[in-house]
């Protein structure tokens, strides 16, 4: 049981847009920047997006984060097949004084 | 360009202790950031083990603590994870990354560990 919580799976067809939501707490989420991280199949994974809504330098613009309370999201625009990835919310949380992550969110390109 | 690259046994016993290192190249330890280690069982979700920082001052995953040390090694610029008392529940791949400002912008390929006898 992961402390943030993603949907298992999301899909859509290419060229779409898709989001993908990250619900935490106020120890968490609330309080704490929001990074989210791509994982390519058998490779490590990479950071996304950093305080909730920053692009790491060579990260694609069709990638955008945002966040509201306790909840996040991660929108991907223009859906391409080589998006096909786990994504990865995380964040400090102050209770346990230390990085959770969510349990991950498997994205397909239909 | 930032590079890290983990390493050590890919088969520990149950009960023994888990050891693996990080070697840090393109950047030094002691120029600051914490550095972390993180861990993903076999087709599951990624896990928070703990970080360093290069003064050696230490914060750990509180379900992980009791069986866990992270010690840096800043004259061979890498940092080292020992996991105790390991079970097959502890079987995953193993990342090391940087951890800048409560993100981890830089991670090494991992390694995975299989606890087995």
């Known amino acids: 049981q992961s402390v943030l919580t993603q949907p298992p799976s999301v899909s859509e067809a290419p060229r779409q847009r898709v989001t993908i939501s990250c619900s935490g707490s106020?120890?968490?989420?609330?309080?704490?920047?929001v990074n989210w991280y791509q994982q390519l199949p058998g490779k490590a994974p990479k950071l996304l997006i950093y305080?909730?809504?920053l692009l790491p330098s060579g990260v694609s613009d069709r990638f955008s984060g945002s966040k509201s309370g306790t909840s996040a999201s991660l929108a991907i625009s223009g859906l391409q097949s080589e998006d096909e990835a786990d994504y990865y919310c995380?964040?400090?949380?102050?209770?346990?004084?230390?990085?959770?992550f969510g349990g991950g969110t498997k994205l397909t390109v239909l | 360009q930032v590079q890290l690259q983990e390493s050590g046994p890919g088969l520990v016993k149950p009960s023994e202790t888990l050891s693996l290192t990080c070697a840090v190249s393109?950047?030094?330890?002691?120029?600051?950031?914490?550095w972390g280690w993180i861990r993903q069982p076999p087709g599951k979700g990624l896990e928070w083990i703990g970080s360093?920082?290069?003064?050696?001052?230490?914060y750990y995953n509180p379900s992980l603590k009791s069986r866990v040390t992270i010690s840096v090694d800043t004259s061979k610029n890498q940092f080292s994870l020992k996991l105790s008392s390991v079970t097959a529940a502890d079987t995953a791949v193993y990342y090391c990354?940087?951890?800048?400002?409560?993100?981890?912008?830089?991670w090494g390929q991992g390694t995975l560990v299989t606890v087995s006898s």
């Open positions: 106020s120890s968490n989420i609330g309080n704490n920047a």
């Open positions: 995380a964040a400090w949380d102050d209770r346990l004084n230390g990085h959770v």
């Open positions: 360093i920082y290069h003064s050696g001052s230490t």
């Open positions: 393109g950047y030094s330890i002691s120029s600051g950031y914490y």
């Open positions: 990354a940087r951890d800048v400002q409560g993100r981890h912008d830089y």
């Open positions: 305080y909730d809504d």
